[in-house]
């Protein structure tokens, strides 16, 4: 029981954390699309 508790501490910010990370990683992939779209002249 004791076990139980402890892990439903812990399951909401890795929870939360999982969803900033996810985030994170499409802004970064966004930027370096648009990146590569502008060095090749198709955004300005």
């Known amino acids: 029981m004791a076990i139980v508790e ?3 501490k812990v399951e909401v910010p890795l929870r ?3 969803w ?3 985030g994170m ?3 970064v992939a966004v930027y ?3 990146d ?3 060095q090749l ?3 300005h």
């Open 16 to 18: 939360i954390a999982k």
């Open 41 to 43: 002249n198709v955004i």
């Open 20 to 22: 900033l990370a996810l």
């Open 25 to 27: 990683s499409c802004v």
């Open 32 to 34: 370096y699309v648009r």
């Open 6 to 8: 402890k892990v439903q």
């Open 36 to 38: 590569i779209m502008v």
